[in-house]
């Protein structure tokens, strides 16, 4: 069965990542759009460096092709963004992008947009999936006739309303004026080509590390982490960069290395980001978190006489929210985040290049704003685990946690519990610990965040002793 998770679809290459299973995928969505009535404009199809993505795109086109829907196809590889914005700017019902974002290099995939660039909310996927169920006839129209005849047509200049438009929401001239050296570790994604040249328009010196396409990702996983960095850190010590940045796969999850190679983390990236659109440019506003996101967002927010939203995991949730409350930004402990004014989801191209604003501006380091804000605030320090278990157990731990609701012997007073999303146990002095299971790969994720790792740490631990893994 074919199941959409919070990133859309994604699978093992060569298991169920295969041609069949991707135009049965491309099938769903015709009769969908002809579901819904939305196949006067066209779906437009991109793609990111992964192995077989390309061809799965084109895979993809040939099917919305046969199926009578007109195609515009990505001339070149392209970072998820894009699609989100061509689709919002064009006003176009349907983007694809192939995808398995920050999955390991054996995972491919298929994200869906829909109706002003937002993520596919779950009604959709669900009743895609269930489309997908009954398709027994596949029917494909040969790329290149498609081509030849205009069924399919390629995007000449697919970047050039992304990037102006981007460009207009930034402060160029603090940028060309501060004149940083960036070290960019583009992790052999899709997202390269856009921030260079915003960055190089903004007259910084931009040195890249992992520009070629690499169906292993270098051998590392194709996440920002601390632990995939350790090269751009060490060379942006070594060679005296201002800052490192870093993107995943199709360039939706962002990672920061400070100039003293500290590694900054996307909780910390978000209150950066927050605070300097608050205080620094005098936005106002509230701000937007998924639940196993930093609360120090929450601390931050209230100073300013702000709240901050708490939604379930999912980026869908978040941009619908920003939308609700006109919030400033909203993102996710994941990597993840956009800013109101901009596209209906993530972008990192944007975010890399608010950061580069933020350290022109406030000509400070930011781990010197971090310290600034824990000061005010108190420390906030989060750890994380992904359990691995065996597939037949996956019922015994939901019947534990789910309905069961029975829970570990904390030594801090629980405050209250959240089953919206998981399971999320609050305490008192303000930590939680969340347990939920993934929605790409079949792993339980568990984050908890308290004053200091090792008391974060022992959360975790208390739910892996609890639970036996």
Request: hydrophobic share 35%; with cysteine; aromatic share 10%.
């Given at each position: 069965m074919i199941k959409f998770g919070t990133g859309g679809w994604r699978a093992v290459i060569g298991d169920d990542f295969i041609c069949e299973n991707i135009r049965r995928v491309a099938t769903g969505i015709v009769l969908l759009a002809k579901e819904q009535n939305k196949i006067s404009k066209p779906i437009i199809i991109g793609y990111d460096r992964r192995f077989l993505s390309e061809s799965a795109a084109k895979w993809v086109a040939e099917t919305l092709a046969a199926g009578g829907i007109k195609v515009w196809f990505m001339n070149r590889s392209a970072?998820?963004?894009?699609?989100?914005?061509?689709?919002k700017d064009k006003e176009l019902h349907f983007g694809i992008e192939i995808t398995a974002s920050h999955n390991p290099p054996n995972y491919n995939g298929i994200k869906l947009i829909v109706d002003e660039g937002r993520d596919a909310p779950i009604e959709?996927?669900?009743?895609?999936?269930?489309?997908?169920e009954n398709v027994s006839d596949i029917e494909i129209c040969a790329f290149n006739d498609a081509v030849k005849d205009g069924r399919i047509e390629y995007l000449r200049n697919p970047f050039n309303k992304f990037l102006d438009d981007i460009i207009d929401l930034l402060d160029m001239k603090a940028l060309r004026e501060r004149g940083l050296r960036v070290l960019f570790d583009t992790m052999h994604g899709s997202g390269a080509y856009p921030l260079q040249v915003i960055l190089h328009t903004a007259r910084c010196t931009v040195?890249?590390?992992?520009?070629?396409?690499?169906?292993?990702?270098?051998?590392?996983?194709?996440?920002?982490?601390?632990?995939?960095?350790?090269?751009?850190?060490?060379?942006v010590v070594k060679d005296g960069y201002d800052f490192g940045i870093a993107m995943d796969g199709d360039g939706d999850r962002l990672g920061i290395v400070d100039r003293n190679g500290r590694y900054i983390n996307a909780n910390e990236i978000l209150c950066l980001l927050y605070y300097y659109l608050v205080k620094y440019k005098g936005w106002k506003g509230p701000v937007v978190r998924n639940l196993a996101t930093t609360h120090m967002l929450d601390k931050i927010a209230?100073?300013?006489?702000?709240?901050?939203?708490?939604?379930?995991?999912?980026?869908?949730?978040?941009?619908s929210k920003i939308d609700e409350v006109d919030a400033v930004l909203g993102g996710e402990s994941s990597g993840g985040l956009t800013v109101r004014g901009h596209i209906n989801g993530k972008d990192s191209v944007y975010a890399a290049s608010l950061f580069a604003e933020m350290v022109s501006v406030t000509n400070k380091c930011p781990t010197d704003i971090i310290r600034e804000l824990e000061a005010e605030f108190g420390k906030f320090v989060m750890v994380e685990d992904n359990l691995h278990f065996a597939r037949e157990y996956k019922s015994v731990i939901e019947k534990i946690i789910f309905e069961e609701r029975k829970l570990p012997d904390f030594s801090n007073k629980v405050e209250k519990v959240g089953y919206?999303?998981?399971?999320?146990?609050?305490?008192?002095?303000?930590?939680?610990?969340?347990?939920r299971f993934s929605g790409t790969e079949p792993l339980l994720r568990i984050f908890?965040?308290?004053?200091?790792?090792?008391?974060?740490?022992?959360?975790?631990?208390?739910?892996k002793e609890f639970l036996n893994i």
């Open positions: 970072p998820t963004p894009l699609v989100m914005h061509t689709v959709t996927t669900q009743r895609l999936e269930e489309i997908i040195d890249t590390i992992n520009l070629n396409k690499d169906a292993y990702f270098g051998g590392m996983m194709p996440a920002p982490s601390e632990q995939t960095l350790s090269t751009l850190s060490n060379m209230e100073s300013f006489g702000e709240k901050c939203y708490e939604v379930p995991v999912g980026f869908k949730h978040i941009s919206e999303d998981g399971c999320k146990v609050y305490f008192e002095n303000g930590d939680f610990v969340i347990c908890a965040e308290s004053g200091n790792k090792e008391t974060a740490a022992k959360y975790i631990s208390d739910f």
